[in-house]
């Protein structure tokens, strides 16, 4: 690992099998993004950072981390500060029962400026002290941007605290205004029971889609920051006390197509809350921000103990709420405490799986080709997003990815003939 201080571009390190002791660095190494510089091991899992061990990524770029393990470690297992097109794969955390007092972030992203990195196809798990798995955040007024965070498993964060134990936390109140522009997609949440917000999103344009979270306790949460895209993801409680769905605060959020099934909770930890305000957009970054002009549009409920609720807490009402083409099938109703000033609530479905046409297919419960809700959306049909340079409008894909077309289908699923 001393290598790592004197390593150029175009360099493969490999780490041979073996326990490794130390806080190491890469400090402003960027090489070209032809020649990259690797840190790999030469056998998956069995180069291990253990005891008290860090790495820590400094105002580099071009650099890939793969296939190492990391046991127990420092505040930081893994830094990646003022760096960028950094990529951290297909790595195990398991760090073990640490002590409560003393909090960790096990992979943390910040600095300025930090941007193009990806964490990728690691699994995160048994984590026991306060703190995240993965945070994302900034510095000197600018939050890291363009990351991408995909296929990686968070497993068995535990036991609940009332704060500050997010299994994933993007951005801080702070930075909440800010834009990350990050993708959050295809990663995986088992038993996250640390914190009410398994996934904390704390700042604005990120996109969270197609995840699947498993009797984790808690919610998917828009806390802080606007204009963040939720869609595809599927939120399995399996009838774990405490369980939630999404829950939601901000402005112009776009959450769809998403599959709520199973859960057991109530009040903040609903099927789906568009919750009340304790400010309106624009007071305390640290506050409940009124949700102001969501779209909360095809998505599909089952068997849950709760439906949606709409403005349950605070004093503010939600305004311009635009609530269609929800399927809830066998759980409860959409259940309005404040009314929203202004916006539609209209074609939403409430019956028995029975009766809207719904069958299991792969433990999911989807539309069958005789159910009563194909071709009977109305209203709005596409939703905007950042592609990297500029805002697109595009028809709202099903929880598959499936493009919707003609008139669409209630609910998450869009049914396709086999």
Not at 92 to 97: K, L
Not at 212 to 238: C, D, K
Not at 245 to 250: E, F, P, T, V
Request: aromatic share 8%; hydrophobic share 35%; glycine share 10%.
């Amino acid at each position: 690992m001393n290598a790592l201080s004197q390593v150029t571009g175009n360099t493969t390190v490999f780490l041979a099998d073996g326990t490794y002791n130390g806080n190491f660095s890469v400090n402003s190494k960027n090489p070209a993004p032809t020649t990259p510089i690797v840190v790999r091991a030469v056998n998956p899992g069995r180069a291990v950072l253990a005891g008290r061990s860090s790495l820590t990524v400094s105002k580099s770029s071009n650099l890939t981390i793969a296939n190492l393990k990391f046991l127990s470690g420092a505040s930081s297992v893994v830094r990646i500060d003022a760096s960028h097109h950094v990529r951290l794969t297909g790595s195990t955390f398991d760090r073990g029962a640490q002590p409560a007092t003393s909090p960790t972030k096990w992979v943390y992203i910040s600095g300025q400026p930090s941007y193009f990195n990806r964490i990728d196809h690691n699994t995160f798990q048994n984590k026991t002290d306060p703190g995240n798995y993965l945070a994302l955040d900034g510095k000197d007024g600018r939050i890291s941007q363009y990351d991408r965070i995909d296929h990686n498993t968070f497993r068995a964060i535990g036991p609940r605290i009332e704060n500050g134990k997010e299994a994933v936390r993007l951005g801080t109140s702070s930075f909440s205004l800010l834009s990350a522009y990050t993708t959050f997609e295809y990663n995986l949440f088992e038993a996250c029971d640390g914190d009410p917000e398994w996934l904390s999103i704390k700042v604005s344009d990120v996109t969270v889609r197609y995840n699947t979270a498993r009797a984790s306790q808690g919610s998917l949460t828009l806390r802080h920051g606007n204009r963040n895209n939720v869609y595809g993801n599927v939120i399995l409680g399996e009838n774990k006390v405490g369980t939630g769905g999404i829950r939601m605060y901000g402005v112009d959020h776009e959450v769809f197509s998403n599959y709520i099934a199973n859960t057991a909770g109530t009040s903040y930890e609903s099927a789906l809350s568009v919750d009340g305000g304790d400010a309106v957009p624009g007071g305390s970054p640290s506050a409940h921000h009124r949700v102001d002009n969501a779209s909360v549009v095809y998505n599909t409920l089952v068997d849950n103990a709760t439906g949606i609720v709409v403005g349950e807490h605070y004093k503010y009402a939600p305004t311009n709420l635009r609530l269609e083409n929800n399927l809830l099938a066998d759980s409860k109703t959409v259940v309005i405490i404040k009314a929203p000033i202004g916006g539609t609530i209209r074609t939403n479905t409430v019956g028995t799986k029975t009766a809207v046409g719904l069958a299991q297919v792969n433990g999911i419960w989807k539309l069958t080709a005789t159910s009563n809700q194909i071709n009977k959306g109305t209203g709005a049909t596409t939703y905007r997003y950042w592609d990297g340079s500029r805002n697109v409008d595009a028809p709202y894909p099903d929880m598959d990815a499936q493009t919707r077309t003609g008139v669409f289908d209630i609910g998450a699923d869009e049914y396709v003939a086999q």
